[in-house]
Structure formats: structure tokens, C-alpha cells
């Protein structure tokens, strides 16, 4: 495996951190599957209406938050708070101290975070389309 260096506005995370974000989304996944099985079930026995659907976007963002990060190499909490973890070690971060970099980090942060809000609110649009067709 190669060895990740720090890239302003590109790469704020190593391998450890990398895994740990893919680990994550993995986690928002199965819950955004337990969430959308109990809400369909939930259908069918109480009659729960669709509008309940909305509870799965929580999960989904989880989801495409970690998955995001991972692919993107890039955290988007270290981009907004100036700094950065290339190391083997999760969680041992170290601040970034030139202002242009905080900035194209910041930036980097804010299109995560928009992507995945976008991503997840797609997911909860079709949970509540699915919603209102088994309703």
C-alpha cells in the first residue's frame, strides 16, 4: 500500500482513518436497511403512515457520510476544524496553520457534507415514494 500524504483540499486522512470512515458507512448502511425493513413491516401491521419514512434519512446520511469520506480521502470534521491525520494512528491529528489551506479544506468539507445530505435525502425521497405505494 502506498503511503497517503496531506493535499490541500484533496487528502486530509491516511489508511487507518480511510478504513475507519469505510467502517462507518458499512454501519449507516445496516441501519438504513434495518430502518427501511422495520418502516415497510411497520406499514403493513400498524398501517404507519408514509410521512414516518423520513426517520431513515438519520441513518442514510451516515451512510453516504462515511462512504464519501472514504473514497474522497478526506474528513470532512478535520476540514472544518484545520486538520489533518496522514498517520497510522486514528485520531492523532495535527492543525493545519496556513489560511489558504483552511480554506480549500473548509471548501472540501462543505462539498462532502452538501453531497451527502443529497445523497441522503434521494434515499429518504424513495423511502417515502416506497411508503406511499405499500400504504
Known amino acids: 500500500m502506498s503511503e497517503v500524504q496531506y493535499t ?16 462507518i458507512g458499512y454501519i449507516g448502511l445496516g441501519l438504513t436497511l434495518v430502518f427501511l425493513i422495520g418502516y415497510v413491516a411497520m406499514i403493513y401491521l400498524i398501517r404507519l403512515p408514509p410521512l414516518f419514512g423520513v426517520i431513515v434519512f438519520i441513518p442514510a446520511e451516515i451512510l453516504t457520510v462515511g462512504f464519501l469520506q472514504a473514497r474522497k480521502k478526506f474528513c470532512a470534521a478535520y476540514g472544518l476544524t484545520r486538520r489533518q491525520n496522514v498517520s497510522s494512528k486514528i485520531g492523532f491529528t495535527i492543525k493545519i496553520e496556513d489560511s489558504l489551506a ?22 429518504t425521497i424513495l423511502t417515502l415514494f416506497l411508503g406511499s405505494i405499500l400504504y
Do not use: F, M, P, Y
Open 102 to 123: 483552511q480554506k480549500k479544506d473548509r471548501n472540501k468539507a462543505l462539498v462532502i457534507i452538501i453531497q451527502s445530505i443529497i445523497l441522503a435525502s434521494t434515499i
Open 8 to 23: 490541500t483540499g484533496v487528502c486530509n486522512i491516511g489508511e487507518a482513518e480511510i478504513n475507519q470512515r469505510r467502517r
